[in-house]
């Protein structure tokens, strides 16, 4: 007994010791450094025809390194391509292997679960438990849905964690570990999991969980994770186990296994490369099918998709399988991401490299791609976290980037919450929805389809009209008898935000506050929110103050028509401006824009009972009666100026007096001539009060987020001494004995 025993310590010996000789031991971590587009394409191009060279992290840009594992059979050739294509190489780190953590000691195969710690790097059967205790602990808000097994037969499922999962609300879905070496992405995920299950702010009002519902999947390759844990010479395994036909060799990339535009580029067709096989046929494997299924199954509501990967600090967006062009929505996805980025920078963490997944290395068959082009998921994203320490990102550091990331997932989920989210008020506060969100089209259908009052008709144009009325009270007098008064308002025809939010906080008051519920019995609204939306776009995506339409020249060197100068009333009778360059370039001729089209055809269609045109626009603190185009004043001014002059003052009485709200006409406004003015246009077309309302003084140099409710630098004061004075114009329509019969 004594000999087998000693036997038996022999040969585990031996044994221990062929494990800590890593294959790796002797492979070296190299980095190309790309410093120019010519670099860059020859990075993009390197390729080794054996396999047996490893990519690490593809470069995404000229100064982002291509990381490649390196055997020792191959410096040579590593080395000959770079002195060819005159390329930087660095030799980041001889004895690769020597670096791993020997993970079968330091990380043992169960951890006890009363020790568990999403600050570990934690085995497939205690993520398994840990969900399984969080749906046993949470049962009102985790859910756990049995997706299927992986190849090897492990379970896979997802966790939804929602407050009101029978509400339909918007769906965001994390998925992690695709590869299985890339420790830190399940790592997040079970970390997510964990603050939206125990962080109290995110139950509560404008929390994380408030409207939206959270689909999470962290373990998307569990047997190339067990894999990679099982020993040092595993750690770098990238791809599933799983085996096709007469082949020896294991696994498939996960990432290049999707159905959309599968195996078009970037991808491998030799079962035994290591690292991007794209498999015998798209959805060859069991856990992107899974993927797929969650996927398709929520297509409707799915909002947003997240997978984690890493490394390398990236967030990026379709396409990935091209870097020709980009899809059309390519600003919104970038503006999202640049939103996160920041998030997480003002958390401590490094800021995210944003581009286009495919721009520097396009790779067909990925998730995002997937989720964008087949699913319709409207946001998708890859995320790359870490930067620095490739794959071994050290246990230890878990604590302080983890709760960086969140902060970016909060991000993600308010951006979702304020696009998708019906805007909801409670009886306390239905007058004052101070947190309302102001942004053009979900956020406007969403809001109005819910109320009786509101009827929303689309433009071809990506414009609005909302009209907003409801009936009288039963009534024997015989003025309640006659139709109704109507006021139009329009807003933004000068780019911007500023406006077009003031439009929708307007909508937002006439629906949802009961005590104003007399303005739509006794007027009719028609609101057009946004009459530039092309500009209103452009100034939010690029931070410039764009004052114009988008419309392009004829040949293609300037862009841009001057709305407000664009109604044909005394249009040339200004002095000309034949530049497309200038911020006042009328057009080519009146009415040419399919925007001034658009505000014509509102005031045709109601201006038999339209008393009142208010066109409100950025940039200033004032009211103005026509004309535009000269200093005479219209027939029987006196009208026009006094209630001017009555607007002006409830404002000024609402908002302090902080500054003037001035009324004057647009011609003193201005000082000089304006021509082709939708006031003029409107006071000419027969509706007798006829204003331009500037509003939100010095809002050019404070572009508005999509997500503000007010220009950076303004409070509530402000927005609610606008509102005061178009109630206002309510008073005027409804008291006679002050004001008269209105008519021209």
């Known amino acids: 007994n004594h000999f087998f025993f000693f036997l038996f310590t022999v040969a585990l010996g031996f044994i221990s010791q062929i494990d800590c000789n890593s294959h790796y ?45 390196v055997p020792p059979s191959k ?18 780190q001889p004895n690769y292997g020597r670096t791993l953590q020997d993970v079968s000691e330091r990380l043992p195969r169960r951890r006890i679960l009363d020790r568990f710690s999403v600050f570990h790097y934690n085995s497939y059967d205690n993520m398994q438990e840990f969900i399984e205790g969080k749906a046993q602990r949470y049962p009102a808000l985790v859910q756990l849905q049995e997706l299927g097994k992986s190849y090897q037969g492990r379970k896979m499922r997802l966790v939804k964690i929602s407050t009101r999962p029978n509400a339909k609300n918007p769906i965001i879905f994390v998925d992690a570990g695709v590869h299985g070496r890339e420790w830190v992405a399940p790592a997040m995920a079970l970390y997510l999991i964990h603050r939206l299950t125990v962080d109290p702010t995110a139950f509560v009002k404008g929390g994380e969980l408030d409207g939206v519902d959270w689909y999470i999947l962290p373990l998307v390759n569990p047997d190339g994770y067990e894999y990679t844990r099982s020993s040092r010479s595993n750690r770098m395994w990238r791809k599933t186990r799983s085996k096709h036909g007469a082949s020896h060799c294991y696994g498939v990339d996960g990432n290049r296994n999707y159905g959309f535009k599968w195996a078009v580029s970037g991808v491998s067709n030799d079962p035994c490369h290591k690292e991007t096989y794209a498999g015998p046929k798209p959805f060859s494997e069991p856990e992107t099918q899974m993927v797929r299924n969650v996927m398709m199954d929520n297509a409707k509501r799915m909002k947003l998709y997240v997978s984690l990967h890493s490394y390398g600090q990236y967030l ?254 005394q249009w040339g009778s200004c002095p000309k401006v034949e530049s497309g360059f200038s911020t006042i370039y009328p057009g080519v001729s009146p009415a040419s824009e399919n925007e001034t089209v658009f505000i014509k055809s509102v005031i045709a269609k109601h201006k038999k009972e339209a008393k009142i045109y208010v066109s409100l626009k950025r940039d200033g603190h004032s009211i103005h009666y026509p004309f535009g185009y000269t200093r005479n004043a219209p027939p029987n001014p006196s009208l026009l100026q006094r209630v001017a002059g009555d607007i002006a003052m409830r404002v000024n009485q609402r908002t302090g007096g902080v500054h003037l709200f001035m009324n004057t006409s647009v011609f003193d406004y201005e000082g000089k001539p304006h021509c082709g003015h939708s006031v003029d246009y409107a006071y000419e077309s027969g509706i007798p009060l006829s204003y331009e309302m500037r509003v939100f003084l010095g809002s050019d140099n404070k572009i508005m987020s999509k997500f503000q409710s007010l220009p950076r630098g303004y409070d509530n004061s402000l927005r609610n001494g606008y509102f005061s004075g178009i109630r206002e114009m309510y008073n005027v329509l409804t008291n006679e004995k002050k004001y008269g019969r209105i008519t021209k």
């Open 75 to 92: 410096m040579k050739f590593v080395h000959d391509y770079a002195n060819t294509n005159g390329l930087k190489l660095e030799e980041k």
């Open 316 to 569: 990026v967006y379709p396409w990935g399988y091209t870097g020709d062009f980009l899809p059309k929505q390519w600003k919104k996805l970038d503006d999202m991401a640049r939103s996160v980025s920041n998030a997480v920078e003002r958390a401590g963490g490094r800021p995210f490299k944003v581009l286009s997944a495919g721009k520097w290395y396009p790779a067909a068959g990925g998730s995002d791609d997937y989720a964008f082009g087949a699913a319709g998921v409207p946001y998708s994203y890859t995320m790359e976290l870490t930067e620095g320490h490739e794959f071994a990102f050290p246990e230890e550091l878990l604590e302080t980037v983890l709760p960086q990331f969140y902060e970016g997932f909060k991000e993600f989920g308010a951006r979702i919450k304020a696009e998708f989210v019906i805007i909801k008020t409670n009886e306390a506060s239905r007058c004052g929805c101070k947190n309302l969100r102001h942004c053009y089209g979900e956020m406007l259908h969403t809001l109005l389809d819910r109320d009786e009052a509101a009827c929303v008709e689309d433009a071809a144009i990506g414009a609005s009209t909302v009209v907003l009325t409801k009936d009288r009270p039963p009534s024997d007098k015989p003025e309640d008898q006659q139709p109704k008064p109507t006021i139009i308002i329009e807003a933004g025809q000068q780019g911007g935000t500023e406006s077009v939010g003031l439009a929708l906080y307007i909508i937002e008051q006439l629906v949802a506050c009961e005590d104003y519920e007399p303005m739509l019995q006794y007027v009719t609204w028609v609101i057009l929110p946004c009459t530039n939306p092309d500009g209103q776009e452009y100034s939010r995506y690029s931070q410039v103050s764009w004052k114009k339409n988008l419309r392009p020249s004829d040949d293609q060197l300037s862009y841009g028509v001057d709305i407000t100068r664009n109604f044909d009333v």
């Open 25 to 69: 031991d002797n492979y070296t971590l190299i980095r190309l450094h790309p410093s120019t587009v010519d670099h860059q394409k020859s990075v993009t191009e390197f390729s080794d025809p054996s396999g047996e060279i490893e990519i690490m992290k593809e470069s995404r840009g000229v100064n982002d390194t291509l990381d490649i594992l």
